[in-house]
């Protein structure tokens, strides 16, 4: 079955405690991309990657960082979280650079509390 | 720069009742539209999809968008909504060209027994 899994699903952890968020999707998608959904905000863009090797800054990049060695995984790394960072998290990836032709495919969310 | 309205933070309808969900955007040409919905606890799931050609365009479990570029809405209806279509409802814009995608801030849909 074709999809985008994330790991973990729920995830409470405290101020400065370094920790990864994985996401690997199975479907050779070269686009994949983090989010965060806030209420009142819908969802915002972290980071996104084109391809292997191949990452650039979103919307809200700040405190958080992103590899991409392997095409299907995309992991997004909070080095030291803070409160401000308890948030829902999405990875999504599509085909490549037609939104129209490929749009996103989610993973079903990373809800994380940094107390 | 381009942003994604939708004015309605909560919606309530009743069971059986016809739904609409209004979203405007703001960009110089017409980019492509998109609606997502989101089920508790799930990731979002494209409902529909629009660059061109007929404005009016349907998508899956019931749902149509209809475009109108003399007041940059692409709002999303139902005729008859159902119990299981409580969810959060996403309108999404990419300008064209690009492949950056910009939410809206979402509606949540309450669904009447």
């Known amino acids: 079955e074709a999809q985008v899994t994330q790991n973990p699903r729920y995830l409470i952890t405290v101020t400065g405690k370094k920790l990864t968020v994985t996401c690997s999707q199975n479907?050779?998608?070269?686009?994949m991309s983090w989010y965060r959904q806030d209420p009142g905000l819908g969802l915002r863009q972290i980071y996104y990657?084109?391809?292997?090797?191949?990452?650039d800054k979103g919307d809200v990049p700040e405190g958080y960082k992103v590899s991409r060695k392997e095409k299907r995984n995309f992991p997004l790394i909070l080095e030291s979280p803070s409160p401000n960072q308890t948030s829902l998290y999405f990875c999504?990836?599509?085909?490549?650079?037609?939104?129209?032709?490929?749009?996103?495919?989610f993973g079903n969310g990373t809800r994380l509390t940094v107390t | 720069a381009q942003s994604v309205t939708q004015p309605d933070i909560h919606i309530t309808v009743s069971e059986g009742a016809s739904l609409e969900l209004r979203c405007n955007y703001s960009?110089?040409?017409?980019?492509?539209l998109f609606w997502y919905v989101q089920s508790p606890g799930q990731g979002l799931q494209l409902l529909l999809k629009?660059?061109?050609?007929?404005?009016l365009v349907q998508g899956i479990k019931g749902f149509e968008a209809e475009f109108k570029r003399s007041q940059s809405s692409f709002n999303l209806r139902k005729p008859s909504v159902h119990w299981s279509d409580a969810a959060e409802y996403f309108c999404?814009?990419?300008?064209?060209?690009?492949?950056?995608?910009?939410f809206g801030a979402g509606t949540r849909l309450f669904v009447k027994a």
């Open positions: 629009y660059f061109s050609g007929d404005t």
């Open positions: 479907m050779n998608h070269e686009y």
């Open positions: 960009y110089g040409a017409t980019p492509y």
């Open positions: 999504a990836s599509s085909w490549g650079q037609d939104p129209y032709n490929s749009p996103l495919h």
């Open positions: 990657s084109m391809n292997v090797e191949v990452t």
């Open positions: 999404a814009v990419v300008r064209t060209g690009g492949f950056k995608t910009i």
